[in-house]
């Protein structure tokens, strides 16, 4: 069968394997890129915010960095279009302007007396011809932008060359200028081109008759093309500007006229359509921009052109700049975001990984890996902190119950209210009891505790005790205050406030409290209050007293609620013995278990009583009963003793009463030896304790009276409390009350003697006595140091 299970697993295996072998490759490099994603994604909070907007930041800045450069170079464009438009206009308005000024010129040289009588002349003379060469070579000094001038006479057939002198027709050098002006032009005063030597310029015939009617002398103006060009074109070929004026027939009147210009004229006076406007064009392989405008009355048009790709290069120059100013600026903004997202965000992912590393694998079994893990770290985190908030203010809550109890038994046992406990208790724990009128002080003995030992655990004694208290506070509560208080003992105390308590109401509260307290707990106790008291008075010796109230039970046998007149009544019956060491000496002959002694302390107890009347005697054996009730209440041969009277009623003769208390007391000698031999030594040790740490304040904590309450002798119970404790019962208690000084020292503003008296110490030398000795420091330096 184990052989066949392993087969079956060994299938089952491969079959898997083969299952995963089989997946689709394509899923599983998706999952691969998917986890290496995740990978990548870095868990720092403040590290995904800055990514994530800055990714956003960049998104949207670099298309509206290109976009901004767009609309500025658009922008640019039109600027520039508005300034070529207003340059062109003004280069226009100079061509005109130095145009006309130059027929005025001409027309003003040719209206010159001396000039005109050289060539209205019909025949040479020397004299006129010196007159009209002056006048001619004093006009062309003026005017910077003739090259040269001639003055022709038709009827003598003579030029007047102002740079090369007279000659006759014949003579000339430049006879097709003669032919220039023998055939009549379209129009009036416009200038022509004229080439003399391969070399074309503007020239100015006056006068001009479109008619072609002949004149006795013309007037000839050559101007310098070279200066024209200077002031009124823009060559830069390197920029890629070039400018030049074209007659409407795209004949070059002024600028390149070389065969290469040919095809950059061919077509532009066409595209012309407006008196000043603008088009592109191409030429030698590239985009240009031409701007124009025509020249009047000359009929020429004026034409600026600039290479597109210039233009674009300085706006791509311009958007490269704008774009790393803008990547600059981008960066910086980056740089910026990333330490306000550090210095923003930071925090939370510490916060997170505080938080992981102070909750372990608990806080990280809540969480995922992802982007969001440390949102859920400090979601879950906070949860986590929550429900320890909320456990840590159930113990402050527990812990403050801790101190006030703590303080009330200070109070009780220490009889009197140092002022930083009645500060504490009147303001912030239990300001209701001190609001009250008056003070109550009430017990509640628990009987049969010795069978209520063996019935519960500490543990569960205690939480016995504590339910009693709470049913207590509870139904006095309905008409005044209560604060239980447990002293460690067998009985708990009750500081009951309220005015209105006076009379048979408080009484009758405490019986429905016994009567709750048997319904709920099946536990019988013996009830009684003291009468109203201040706040002032010795609470110790009322405490104690009251206590004692609970003892009349086990004398009367009633179930009632005992006060302190029914003391008084039981204390006028009761006459003392002849010598109380008597009935001491036998209670610590039955502690030390010396049964052989038990029955001659009796004798010598009853031998008096055989002279007394019967009502004497019975009160004797009512006190010596009431006596060793006290001793040893927590024994179970005594708490069945239902009432004393009763008791003493059931024996016809006083020998019987004795024979009944010898086998009585030889019981009880049984039951503590049996409790020394018990296994039951640990909680034994810790009742004691409780009931140190509970009576620590008392100044009158003795171990004897430690012994009687765990029902042992002193030196036995020494015993067994160092040999579980490892230290003496006297050095354990000066220990604890040295570690209550230290805390206090270290917690409270209170004063050295208020700190002593509060951990029980009986003197303010014997404090300073033992705390320095344990600490080598006074109480005061001790402070200080701390």
């Known amino acids: ?56 930041f960049a998104i949207v800045s670099v298309p509206f960095a290109f976009l901004l450069s767009n609309q500025f170079s658009r922008y640019a464009m039109n600027q520039i279009d508005k300034v070529s438009e207003a340059e062109m206009a003004h280069s226009r308005d100079n061509a005109q302007f130095l145009l006309n000024k130059m027929i005025s010129y001409g027309l003003n040289m040719y209206a010159n007396k001396n000039i005109q009588a050289w060539m209205m002349a019909d025949a040479e003379s020397q004299g006129t011809q010196v007159d009209a060469l002056a006048a001619g070579t004093q006009y062309m000094a003026t005017e910077p932008f003739l090259d040269n001038v001639y003055m022709i006479n038709m009827q003598t057939e003579h030029v007047i060359d102002l740079r090369y002198g007279i000659a006759s027709f014949a003579q000339f050098r430049d006879p097709s200028l003669l032919d220039l002006v023998r055939h009549p032009h379209p129009s009036y005063q416009r200038f022509i081109p004229h080439e003399l030597y391969g070399k074309t310029k503007l ?21 310098n093309e070279d200066l024209l060009k200077q002031y009124l074109l823009k060559d830069d070929g390197k920029a890629g500007v070039l400018s030049f004026i074209l ?11 070389n065969d290469s210009f040919e095809s950059l004229y061919d077509g532009y006076v066409s595209k012309v359509s407006a008196e000043q406007g ?21 009929g020429w048009t004026y034409f600026q052109m600039a290479k597109v790709a210039g233009i674009q290069s300085d706006f791509r120059t311009f958007q490269t700049r704008m774009t790393v100013f803008l990547a600059s600026l981008i960066i910086l903004l980056l740089a910026i975001l990333f330490w306000n997202s550090r210095r923003t965000y930071r925090p939370f992912s510490q916060l997170a ?28 985190g906070i949860e986590m902190l929550e429900n320890r908030m909320d456990q840590l203010d159930s113990s402050m809550r527990e812990h403050r119950n801790v101190i006030k109890a ?13 002022t930083p406990l009645e500060t504490y208790l009147r303001q912030e724990a239990i300001p209701a009891l001190f609001e009250k009128d008056g003070l109550f002080v009430g017990v509640i003995r628990i009987n049969g505790y010795s069978a209520f030992k063996e019935k519960y655990s500490f543990a569960s004694r205690k939480l016995v005790k504590y339910a009693m208290g709470n049913i207590a506070e509870e139904i006095i509560r309905r008409e005044g205050f209560a604060e239980a208080v447990d002293l460690g003992g067998d009985h708990l105390v009750l500081l009951i406030a309220g005015g209105t308590l006076d009379g048979d109401l408080l009484p009758r509260l405490l019986e429905e409290t016994g009567e709750q307290i048997m319904q709920w707990t099946q536990v019988r106790v013996a009830l009684s209050v003291s009468g109203q008291k201040a706040t002032v008075d010795d609470l110790r010796a009322v405490y104690q007293h009251v206590l004692e109230l609970t003892m009349l039970q086990f004398v009367s046998g009633e179930s009632k609620v005992f006060l302190e007149r029914d003391f008084e009544a039981y204390m006028r019956k009761v006459e003392p013995l002849p010598d109380d060491s008597l009935l001491d000496d036998l209670i610590a002959k039955v502690r030390m278990g010396r049964t052989e002694e038990v029955s001659a302390g009796l004798d010598r107890i009853f031998e008096p009583m055989q002279s007394m009347l019967y009502a004497q005697s019975k009160f004797q054996l009512s006190h010596m009963l009431y006596t060793l009730f006290k001793a040893f209440n927590k024994l179970p041969s005594v708490e069945s003793v239902e009432g004393i009277n009763g008791l003493l009623e059931s024996f016809d003769t006083l020998a019987g009463v004795r ?24 909680e034994v040790v810790t009742e004691i304790v409780d009931y140190v740490r509970s009576h620590l304040h008392d100044p009158n904590l003795t171990i004897e009276e430690i012994a009687e309450h765990v029902s042992l002798s002193t030196r036995h119970a020494r015993q067994v409390f160092k040999d579980v404790w490892g230290m003496t019962l006297s050095d354990y208690i000066l220990q604890e009350r040295v570690e209550e000084v230290k805390k206090l020292l270290d917690t409270t503003e209170w004063t050295v003697t208020d700190i002593g008296e509060r951990a029980g110490f009986q003197t303010k030398s014997h404090f300073f006595t033992v705390f320095k000795k344990a600490t080598g420091k006074t109480p005061s330096q001790y402070r200080e140091g701390v």
């Open 203 to 223: 020239a100015l015939v006056i006068p001009t008759v479109p008619s072609g009617q002949l004149s006795f002398g013309y007037l000839v103006l050559v101007l």
């Open 406 to 418: 703590e303080y009330l038994r200070q109070w009780i046992l220490q009889g009197k209210l140092i």
């Open 247 to 257: 007659d409407d027939k795209g004949k070059a009147m002024l600028g390149p006229a």
């Open 1 to 56: 069968m184990q052989g066949e299970w392993r087969s079956g697993r060994s299938r089952r295996q491969t079959s898997i394997r083969e299952g995963a072998g089989n997946m689709p490759q394509s899923w599983i490099g998706r999952m691969s890129v998917v986890a290496g994603a995740n990978r990548l994604i870095p868990k720092q909070t403040y590290l995904r915010i800055f990514l994530g907007v800055g990714l956003l």
């Open 659 to 682: 024979s009944w208390l010898e086998s009585e007391l030889l019981a009880i000698i049984e039951e503590l030896s049996s409790r020394r031999n018990s296994s039951r030594r640990d």
């Open 278 to 298: 603008s088009f592109t064009a191409r030429y030698e392989n590239e985009t240009w921009s031409v701007q124009y405008a025509k020249i009047e009355p000359q």
């Open 353 to 380: 990984n505080q938080l992981e590393s102070k909750f372990g694998t608990g806080l990280r079994n809540m969480t995922s890996e992802g982007p969001s893990e440390e949102y859920r770290v400090i979601r879950y």
